[in-house]
């Protein structure tokens, strides 16, 4: 699932949060899911989800209501994941909104700024959650300041796609996990074909968080981190980002091994992939459907590092729960521990396309079955183990604008990796010191 398709948004949205705080707070806490002497509940979600999505959304919705008398879950579309953000910030403004919300990552933060917004964390420690059942990125992107402020509702990993056909054309071996950046850079290069318009690789090259999120391993292997330790200033000023960057230009501006895309939501990149023009690509589990209809013969291997240390990026969803109320905020939790649980989640994660949010999901039969038949789809979810999260604050949306725009300028030769390294430093400080 493209979980960081419609992150160019983020920048104007950050300015949202503003009318989140004027909303007045009723009553919250904890209480019985029913609205007492025996009445029904209703809950209002609003999933975001297309139309294959949300089929498979109702089905579980349906499934809980028969199995829920005291609640009763009413599944609405509200509008397409793209733009929850802004119906979600303007309903809680005005006063009237729902009670869940599907969310992407990176607008947990602003959206948690409301009083509105649910806090969960004693919720989760309760009976049925096996909070630590969840994989850590999945926890950790769904936590604010210490405050778990959302039910995880998707997750994914980064990873290398590579078509074994042109490997084997070129003579060169398959990738294998433990390798480095100077492997990938060199195997890039083999695969590199000016006569016949083939690729080694390729990278968004639009300036946006689609740009950004796949440095962020590279900065991390390198001994860096988004933040520094103290989350005062950004934390790759200094050698981490400039290794990447520089890896970057080598592949781009020096090898010329890159595809370097500039059309939203890598729709290009990765249709030079699946026509068999392109030799590696770092995507996640949501490509696996196509490049599958492609018919391309494809094998998943993952992250490159700088110190032989595994680390990839993992960029998950939630669900926010909003206060309406103590009999309606009981229900929604209630629905939202048991859409969470692993039977519930296998069945999301296969025919939504996501990932297993919990250790328990990937050992039910059914994620078993279906990871036999999806080539690939178990070595996204191994790698789960060793992913990493952006940090889940205000200011991450400028500080990625800052770094993506360096990172494109880089790519296409417009700036050294030292002036886009100062440029990206220069936008992440200001972000933050805006936040």
């Known amino acids: ?130 909070w630590d059942d969840f994989f850590a990125p999945a926890r950790d992107a769904v936590t604010v300041d210490g405050k778990v402020r959302a039910v995880p509702a998707v997750i994914d990993s980064m990873a290398i796609v590579y078509n074994k056909k042109l490997f084997q054309q070129a003579g060169v071996p398959f990738p294998k996990a433990g390798w480095t950046w100077d492997d990938y850079r060199a195997t890039a290069k083999k695969l590199t074909s000016a006569g016949k318009g083939q690729f080694g690789t390729g990278w968004p090259a639009t300036g946006d968080e689609d740009t950004t999120w796949r440095i962020w391993p590279m900065v991390w292997s390198a001994g860096g981190d988004v933040l520094s330790a103290d989350g005062k200033s950004v934390g790759y000023a200094g050698e981490s980002g400039l290794k990447a960057l520089t890896t970057a230009s080598q592949l781009s501006a020096q090898d010329k091994s890159v595809y370097r895309d500039k059309t939203t939501g890598s729709e290009q990149m990765y249709r030079v992939f699946n026509n068999g023009r392109m030799g590696m690509v770092p995507t996640g589990p949501w490509e696996l459907p196509d490049i599958i209809r492609a018919k391309v013969d494809y094998g998943v291997v993952p992250m490159p590092t700088y110190d032989g240390k595994p680390v990839t990026i993992s960029g998950p969803d939630g669900w926010m729960l909003f206060d309406n109320g103590k009999a309606r905020s009981a229900a929604v939790t209630e629905f939202s521990k048991w859409l969470s649980q692993p039977e519930q989640d296998a069945v999301w994660d296969i025919d939504a396309g996501s990932l297993p949010l919990r250790h328990s999901s990937a050992e039910q039969a059914v994620w078993k079955d279906h990871a036999e038949q999806v080539a690939g789809v178990q070595d996204f979810v191994d790698v789960l183990d060793s992913a990493r999260v952006r940090p889940v604050i205000k200011a991450y949306p400028k500080l990625s604008e800052a770094f993506g725009q360096a990172i494109a300028g880089v790519l296409l030769g417009q700036k050294s990796p030292q002036d886009g390294l100062k440029a990206a430093v220069d936008g992440g400080n200001k972000a933050l010191e805006d936040q």
């Open 1 to 130: 699932m493209k979980t960081f398709k419609a992150l160019a948004a983020l920048v104007a949205a950050t300015g949202l949060t503003a009318g989140l705080a004027a909303c007045g707070s009723s009553d919250g806490g904890g209480a019985q899911a029913d609205g007492g002497g025996g009445k029904t509940v209703t809950v209002t979600v609003w999933h975001g989800q297309n139309q294959s999505a949300a089929k498979v959304f109702n089905k579980l919705v349906a499934k809980f209501n028969a199995t829920h008398p005291k609640v009763h879950v009413d599944s609405q579309v509200g509008t397409l994941a793209d733009g929850l953000l802004q119906k979600i910030t303007a309903s809680l403004a005005g006063g009237k909104y729902p009670d869940m919300v599907y969310t992407f990552g990176p607008n947990i933060a602003n959206l948690a700024r409301s009083p509105k917004a649910l806090d969960l964390t004693e919720a989760v420690k309760g009976p049925g959650w096996n």
